[in-house]
């Protein structure tokens, strides 16, 4: 299902995951079904859904790092010129933290808390060259600068003694060092103050101009990154229910989750809003067949525990949803 | 740092007083006369008179608080008194004793790390697969093996049978190898399960995914990054079964015939040789509070935090 | 990172797969009990009796396992055996919950200066290993099985305590213990009611844990000659008699060894069964 990538196609695709399925080994349970989207080189594509929804497991397969109760069961994830479903162990370390680089949620344990940062970032170093440690510590050094820190004094700190943004600094300039071709950030900003967050973000961006690298923006909150990302994809349930550009999703969100995640956003109209959308269902609830979101869904309809594929509605802009096709208003099923 | 010397310091006071009054009134308990034992009585005739000497000399006759204090004062001097076997003091038969027991204990901790580290290490990797059921059952026998009885077991086979390691003695590397073992053995292969546990703990920690992300190899997240947050929990017990350690060190000694602390004291308890019964209990008593020190100590060196915490206090 | 796995059905736990070790514990206990309670009118020859002319002889139909030293029958005293081991165990197991758990439900409940100094001088008896108390009673106050068993209660008690005391001061400032308060409850009333049924789980897990433990200490003991003394058919003991001879006649000391090793290994599956059951915390 779902030939149609509606993002841009083509061999500037630095990142592409196509009909990726995930399912745990002993139960056969499916995590992520069919996922399929790409990140042109260059550019920043966000991820969101609520926690669950499979949006982190997706990173940890971008990183090869999918545990062994796990397994791929279908699909590739091309980075680069890399297959990384295919590769081996030591070629995916060679990958990790070089090609590819993870920014953690938890920023107060992204480092090994009885390790002083200055030694966790020669050990990165030595990890991916032959450098000796003198040669190691200027590029820690020099990189730790660059990312607006105190550099001699943060190398020899233990994490604890840090603040929450230093640390976030630090392992942005750990993950940097290398001028990876694709960040992975998993709600790099959700443990900091909003100020402290936008701050990072910023120089996420301008990080990005300067390595001309793409990033991987993982958010449960669609608001927080509709102004950073060029590209965004909606996950319920382990599927991507909608994706598209991020000004296309945000103007005419067609699927009822992604018009759930933009209700709480303040809109600056003249019209007050309608009223508020109850949704059925506790967070979580994912039907087994057909659309995920079908059990809580205000719109759901017959057709929708069959397998949903995926409509496009513009070039830049596709959902697996019947709301896609029909017209909306005619087609609801009151409860 | 300090406060946790301090408390050790305090708690080691309060052993060592809770020790000497509980030799000291179990001993004015016991039954028999030190006096008749010391005259060698069953052997010798006794005069009243000198049994009264001797008493008046040991200070028998003075009222029970006095003696306590007597022997407070006396003990605050490193003076246990003497033997009523040799009629030696009683330090300086804990001391030619001492160094036999402390190598029994250091080999038997070096091989329990020999073991404990790889087998909890290999569980660990391999978690519900063959090594880690292979250690489960390990650790379940050793839970359940008398000692003594697998110490038994080990010099029928390998001494009378195979004839490869000598049974009993001391001096020699081949000599150690059986008491060691029997002695490390089931604390060992206990030790290798908590040792997963812990393990399992922080290899499932978030800094550990992202050392992994950073492509860092397996084994150096492994020795570097995980194992220090594991073997925390597998030293605070280790802390608090050293005591039983020494127990099981005493059965060793009987077992394999080594001259050490334990062996003098079973010997003092069949001989009712008090003061050494008495000396032996105490210098336990001091070892596992300054075991239980360097262990606390050995914290502040796995995990720098400790320190800061307290400092931040 | 972590993906949660589905829970499996609730399975009563002795059948689960997993717990295949646990279920041999407690098929080897019912075993143990049987032999316990039946053994000594069932067994072939005396325990007591000495027969010099058959020393050291080897299984017969008389003698399923031979006999020992003095001629006696080591299948019969291994049975009679059982009851003094495990009697022995369960008086001290149980004499340690009596004394243990009222005064950790009223250390606890009360709190204060009394938990404090009660806290003090457990550490400090705690530092004193069990072992090497009891070779000091047992030292002062003569070998005999009676001391052995005191000075094992003396030191055990104290864990059955800080269990209890932990539990009840968790406990003791929730909601509900207020409600009680409110509601005109008696102090007694509420340890009875409320908190004493917290603690039964944890203790007996900590009980059977303990079982098994018991039993090597007092055969590891009688082993060094401090326990049970001879003619007793305890089975430290019996090992100790069979010392001497161990080189010639080794089923002196295997047997009463394997019996040991398989009552403690079946306490041992049962106790961590329960505790896997209960889900509590190892200390």
């Known amino acids: 299902m779902a030939e149609n990538k509606t993002t841009t196609t083509g061999e500037n695709n630095l990142l592409l995951v196509e009909n990726l399925s995930v399912t745990v080994r002993n139960s056969g349970k499916k995590l992520i079904q069919n996922l399929n989207f790409s990140i042109p080189k260059g550019e920043i594509f966000g991820l969101v859904g609520e926690s669950g929804s499979g949006k982190s497991l997706t990173a940890t397969v971008i990183l090869g790092m999918l545990s062994k109760s796990l397994e791929v069961t279908s699909g590739t994830v091309k980075l680069g010129q890399s297959e990384i479903t295919s590769l081996s162990e030591k070629e995916l370390r060679n990958i990790r933290g070089h090609d590819s680089a993870y920014l953690s949620q ?152 992604t018009n759930l995640l933009l209700q709480s956003r303040l809109k600056l109209s003249n019209q007050p809003p309608l009223e508020l959308q109850t949704m059925l269902g506790e967070p979580g609830l994912i039907a087994e067949e057909g659309c995920p979101f079908s059990k809580r869904c205000p719109s759901v309809m017959k057709s929708c525990s069959n397998l949903v594929p995926m409509n496009s509605i513009g070039t830049h802009h596709s959902a697996a949803c019947h709301l896609v096709k029909a017209e909306r208003e005619e087609r609801y099923v009151t409860h | 740092m300090f406060t946790i010397i301090k408390n050790r310091v305090i708690q080691l006071i309060v052993v060592l007083f809770i020790l000497s009054l509980f030799t000291f009134t179990l001993m004015k308990m016991a039954p028999g006369d030190p006096v008749l034992t010391i005259l060698n009585a069953d052997e010798m005739v006794v005069t009243e008179e000198d049994q009264a000497e001797l008493r008046n000399k040991l200070g028998f006759d003075q009222p029970l608080y006095i003696q306590y204090g007597r022997w407070m004062l006396n003990l605050m001097q490193f003076d246990l008194g003497k033997s009523y076997m040799t009629g030696k003091p009683v330090v300086e038969e804990l001391l030619t004793r001492l160094p036999i027991t402390a190598e029994l204990t250091f080999f038997a901790l070096t091989l329990m790390l020999c073991i404990t580290v790889p087998l909890g290490v290999w569980s660990a990797k391999y978690v519900n697969r ?115 350690f020494l127990g099981g060190a005493v059965v060793v000694e009987i077992l394999f015939s080594w001259p050490g602390l334990g062996s003098l004291a079973i010997d003092a308890i069949l001989n009712r040789d008090y003061p050494v019964i008495q000396g032996y209990v105490l210098l336990t008593g001091v070892f596992v509070v300054l075991a239980n020190l360097i262990v606390d100590l050995s914290y502040y060196v796995i995990d720098p935090r400790m320190k800061r915490k307290e400092e931040a206090l | 990172m972590n993906i949660q796995m589905p829970r499996i059905n609730q399975i009563p736990f002795f059948f689960k797969k997993q717990n295949l070790l646990i279920q041999c514990g407690i098929i080897f206990f019912i075993i143990i009990i049987l032999i316990t309670l039946i053994g000594p009118f069932i067994v072939p020859n005396d325990p007591f009796t000495a027969n010099m002319s058959e020393r050291l002889s080897p299984p017969s139909s008389v003698y399923p396992l031979g006999t020992d030293h003095m001629g006696r029958c080591i299948f019969s005293r291994l049975i009679v055996g059982a009851q003094s081991t495990l009697g022995i165990t369960a008086l001290v197991v149980v004499t340690v919950a009596l004394i243990g758990i009222p005064i950790g439900l009223v250390i606890g409940y009360i709190g204060g200066r009394l938990d404090t100094v009660f806290m003090r001088l457990a550490d400090g008896i705690l530092a004193l290993p069990e072992f090497i108390l009891a070779i000091a009673i047992a030292g002062f106050l003569g070998p005999s099985l009676t001391n052995l068993m005191i000075s094992i209660v003396f030191v055990k008690w104290i864990a059955y ?59 590891s003991l009688s082993y060094l000659g401090l326990g049970a003394q001879p003619p007793a058919p305890e089975w430290g003991a019996m090992l100790n008699d069979g010392r001497p001879y161990f080189q010639s006649a080794p089923e002196l000391m295997i047997y009463p060894g394997l019996a040991i090793f398989f009552v403690v290994l079946a306490f041992n599956l049962m106790g961590e069964g329960l505790r896997d059951k209960w889900d509590v915390k190892s200390r």
């Not at chain 1, 950030?185 to 690298?213: M, S, W, Y």
């Not at chain 1, 909606?234 to 005419?252: F, L, N, P, R, W």
């Not at chain 3, 009840?168 to 409320?194: C, F, M, P, Q, T």
Request: proline share 5%; charged share 20%; hydrophobic share 45%.
């Open chain 2, 130 to 244: 063959w090594p880690d059921q292979f250690s489960r059952i390990l650790a379940l026998v050793g839970a359940s093996i008398p000692s003594f009885w697998l110490g038994l077991i080990l010099i029928y086979f390998f001494a009378f049978k195979l004839g490869v390691l000598p049974s009993s003695g001391i001096g020699s590397y081949p000599q150690i190898i059986l008491p060691a073992f029997t002695l490390g053995f089931t604390y060992a292969v206990i030790y290798a399960r908590l040792l997963r546990a812990g393990l399992l703990q922080s290899l499932s920690e978030d800094y550990v995914y992202a050392a992994r992300a950073r492509g860092v190899k397996e084994w150096r997240i492994l020795w570097l990054h995980a194992f220090r947050a594991a073997i925390l929990p597998v030293l605070t017990i280790f802390g608090l079964s050293l005591g039983s």
């Open chain 1, 106 to 257: 938890n920023y107060q344990s992204f480092f090994t808390p009885f390790i002083k940062v200055g030694k966790q970032f020669i050990e990165i170093i030595r990890c991916h060259t032959n450098m000796s440690r003198k040669e190691a510590k200027k590029v820690a050094i020099h990189w730790l600068n660059r990312v607006h820190l105190p550099a001699e004094r943060v190398f020899n700190s233990y994490p604890d003694e840090l603040s929450g943004g230093q640390l976030q600094r630090a392992s942005i300039a750990s993950a940097i060092m290398f001028r990876p071709k694709l960040i992975i950030a998993d709600e790099p900003t959700t443990a900091l103050d909003v100020l402290t967050g936008e701050r990072i973000l910023d120089l996420l961006c301008e990080l990005k101009e300067e390595l001309n690298c793409s990033i991987l923006l993982i958010s449960h909150d669609l608001r927080h990154i509709i102004n950073r990302t060029q590209t965004v994809g909606v996950m319920y349930g382990g599927q991507i229910v909608e994706i598209g550009k991020t000004s296309a999703v945000v103007a005419d969100p067609i699927h009822p989750y």
């Open chain 3, 161 to 219: 305590t800080r269990v209890v005391r932990s539990i009840v001061i968790s406990e003791r400032n929730k909601d509900y213990v207020l409600a009680a308060k409110v509601g005109g409850s008696s102090s007694w009333k509420i340890i009875r009611r409320h908190m004493f049924p917290q603690v039964v789980s944890p203790v007996l897990v900590l009980a059977t844990l303990d079982i098994g433990k018991v039993i090597l200490t007092i055969s």
